[in-house]
């Protein structure tokens, strides 16, 4: 027999779900929560989704029906390359970036927050194994994270469908992948570089583990998060990256109204922020005297960006110097890739 779940018990469930994990269920997804938690109720043994809260909250297994239950909430879609704007911007300004400013101790630290199956770090692995070789003899770690224990053993698997690889180059997929009776695993080159662990963003202990990272990657995840949540977790974000480090997030999403702890570093479609510390002129200014990338904002003053005294936006200054080749796809326009409409992934 189908139970249905009550308005009173949406309401508890998602309260729990946003205080454990900061994700959100506006209202119109209760259908979503009631479908997804459906095996659940089963595996319990419960017979309402009311019995199912209660069990999350008193039963001896309650800890370990959590981990289920963040398996059950998230949406994981992924894929290889997902990106190829935000990717070519990886390889032509921001491993370049971080690289002429790690010279010194040659280590690098990039993160994948909210990592998925694995498609997103393997693929930033590939893009440094095949277009960096000078790297050979760093340093290289890929911190790859992900609330979903699920999701996560399917990441440390690696092996992948005809979907999952379907923008992987050939050459690529040749020399990093063995291939199988139509399925590709990834091979020892990228494994080494890429190390997966169970993370929840909203976690400020746990994610106060992380520090000194160059890039974060955390594309199509904030999506699910509220205003205060995201917050939260961008606050956790700027404590772990590096002066000079960049976090990239979805083309769809934006900071904008978060905080100020962020400006955006406009790069064609790609969606991506440096700290508006004392330091942001640095890789800013670095960027953009290579001809890569056109500033449209200007730090005025210093001190805690965490105060409201640093301005964000200000129009277009900085032309790029002549005589530097820029690509043809830089916009000037913002943050959201030229003002375009801010789009949802399906949850
Ligand atoms: C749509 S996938 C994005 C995968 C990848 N970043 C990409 O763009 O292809 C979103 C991922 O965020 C993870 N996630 C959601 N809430 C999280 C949280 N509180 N902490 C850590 N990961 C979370 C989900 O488990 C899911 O795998």
Not at 150 to 157: K, V
Not at 194 to 208: E, G
């Amino acid at each position: 027999m189908t139970v249905a779940m009550t308005q009173d018990t949406f309401h508890r469930l998602r309260a729990m779900i946003y205080t454990k994990s900061g994700l959100e269920f506006p209202e119109s997804k209760k259908y979503l929560l009631e479908s997804r938690l459906k095996q659940r109720l089963a595996d319990t043994h419960c017979r309402t989704y009311e019995e199912y809260f209660n069990y999350l909250r008193f039963d001896p297994n309650r800890d370990k029906e959590l981990i289920e239950l963040f398996n059950c909430v998230t949406t994981n879609e992924t894929y290889f390359f997902r990106d190829h704007t935000q990717i070519d911007c990886f390889r032509r300004l921001i491993l370049p970036h971080a690289i002429k400013e790690r010279e010194k101790n040659r280590k690098l630290r990039m993160w994948c927050a909210g990592c998925s199956s694995g498609e997103e770090p393997f693929t930033l692995a590939m893009v440094v194994a095949e277009e960096f070789p000078s790297l050979a003899g760093w340093n290289i770690e890929i911190l790859a994270t992900d609330i979903s224990e699920h999701i996560l053993a399917l990441a440390r698997r690696g092996v992948y469908g005809p979907y999952s690889v379907r923008n992987v180059p050939p050459t690529y997929l040749r020399k990093y992948f063995a291939a199988s009776e139509g399925q590709y695993t990834v091979g020892p080159i990228l494994r080494k570089m890429v190390k997966f662990s169970s993370v929840n963003l909203f976690d400020s202990v746990q994610m106060r583990a992380f520090r000194d990272i160059d890039v974060i990657f955390c594309r199509n995840v904030l999506i699910y998060f509220d205003q205060e949540a995201k917050r939260k977790i961008v606050t956790s974000f700027y404590d772990a990256l590096l002066d000079s480090g960049v976090l990239v997030i979805g083309f769809s999403e934006s900071l904008s109204g978060v905080n100020r702890l962020f400006l955006p570093l406009p790069w064609n479609k790609t969606v991506m922020y440096g700290k508006a510390s004392s330091t942001v002129a640095a890789p800013y200014t670095t960027l953009a005297s290579a001809g890569l990338a056109s500033p449209s904002f200007q730090s005025v003053g210093r001190g805690d960006p965490r105060s409201e005294g640093v301005s964000i936006h200000s129009p277009m200054s900085s032309p790029i110097p002549t005589g530097v080749p820029v690509p043809s796809t830089i916009s000037g326009s913002g943050i959201d890739g030229g003002g375009g409409k801010l789009k949802r992934e399906p949850r």
